[in-house]
T-cell receptor
Framework: KNEVEQSPQNLTAQEGEFITINCSYSVGISALHWLQQHPGGGIVSLFMLSSGKKKHGRLIATINIQEKHSSLHITASHPRDSAVYICAVVSGSQGNLIFGKGTKLSVKP | KAGVTQTPRYLIKTRGQQVTLSCSPISGHRSVSWYQQTPGQGLQFLFEYFSETQRNKGNFPGRFSGRQFSNSRSEMNVSTLELGDSALYLC????????????FGPGTRLTVL
């Protein structure tokens, strides 16, 4: 079993829809990242969370430490949101990242 | 501030050859981590260097090695290349003020024929 599980693996939405991507983990963590990877490979860090909720524009990330679960929400989705979204947890004394397999999001106009 | 840069961006090698990839971190960042990304395994941690010392290592064979120079630039070497080494190799840096946030480079896409 992977230490970081994401669901769904693939997601297709219509422009304007509200989107939720989930991440569950089984290890102790000090923080959790949500990353965005566009075709071509470049990775951008969206959020880093250790508790509660963060919001940036149309993106909202939440984490529940007790339940070992985080969600990434996208409100009013747009085709430019199409990308792979990756959950990564910071674990261990050296703070290395353990990644989920990613969720491929496609937003249709 | 310039971002993380990686060279080369694309590389084609044949089985048995060796390859060296380079990563220049954001100025002031002393930690550089390397990751391998493949369609099957996703992103996996290779190793992290901090102040020229390897601080942590992932579960990869000894054919994968790295080093860091005094200016924090890092190189990764893969010897005796195998077809399965075809992947996107990403490096990321972090430093004072970035906390646990890592800043990723664009990656080097290695194809082994």
């Amino acid at each position: 079993k992977n230490e970081v599980e994401q669901s769904p693996q693939n997601l297709t939405a219509q422009e304007g829809e509200f989107i939720t991507i989930n991440c569950s983990y089984s290890v102790g963590i000090s923080a959790l990242h949500w990353l965005q990877q566009h075709p071509g490979g470049g990775i951008v860090s969206l959020f880093m969370l250790s508790s509660g909720k963060k919001k940036h524009g149309r993106l909202i990330a939440t984490i529940n430490i007790q339940e070992k679960h985080s969600s990434l929400h996208i409100t009013a989705s747009h085709p430019r949101d199409s990308a792979v979204y990756i959950c990564a947890v910071v674990s261990g004394s050296q703070g290395n990242l353990i990644f989920g397999k990613g969720t491929k999001l496609s937003v249709k106009p | 501030k310039a971002g993380v840069t990686q060279t080369p961006r694309y590389l084609i090698k044949t089985r048995g050859q060796q390859v060296t990839l380079s990563c220049s971190p954001i100025s002031g960042h002393r930690s550089v981590s390397w990751y391998q990304q493949t369609p099957g395994q996703g992103l996996q941690f290779l190793f992290e260097y901090f102040s020229e010392t390897q601080r942590n290592k992932g579960n990869f064979p000894g054919r994968f090695s790295g080093r860091q120079f005094s200016n924090s630039r890092s190189e990764m070497n893969v010897s005796t290349l195998e077809l399965g080494d075809s992947a996107l190799y990403l490096c990321a840096s972090r430093g004072p003020g970035s906390g646990d946030t890592q800043y990723f480079g664009p990656g080097t896409r290695l194809t082994v024929l």
